[in-house]
Nanobody, 111 residues
């Protein structure tokens, strides 16, 4: 069973940056689309960014221009570079490419 472990979260001031990592237990080479998702307090989990095997990326409107998703197939890892962070970016971040949800990594942005 494929599993993923998210890491890199933390507490940061508004305007700061974080880089999240998603280490997958199996090869991601053939997984067409992998995404990062965010669950803010008392809200549903929403997609933040996705990336395909061809490198095509898509972003939620709220993060476009600030976040960058990338994947390293050789390391079976997907990244989310987050810049110019805002308090509304606070939440638990998960990655998923069709496997069961992991524990996520907490991101807290203070104003």
């Amino acid at each position: 069973q494929v599993q993923a472990v998210e890491s890199g979260g933390g507490l940061v001031q508004a305007g700061g940056s974080l880089r999240l990592s998603c280490a997958v237990s199996a090869s991601i080479f053939s997984i067409n689309q992998i995404g990062w998702y965010r669950q803010a307090p008392e809200k549903q989990r929403d997609v933040v960014a996705t990336i395909t095997t061809a490198g095509t990326t898509n972003y939620a409107r709220s993060v476009k221009g600030r976040f960058t998703i990338s994947r390293d197939n050789a390391k079976n890892t997907v990244y989310l570079q987050m810049n110019s962070l805002k308090p509304e970016d606070t939440g638990i971040y998960y990655c998923n490419g069709g496997w069961s949800w992991g524990q996520g990594t907490q991101v807290t942005v203070s104003s």
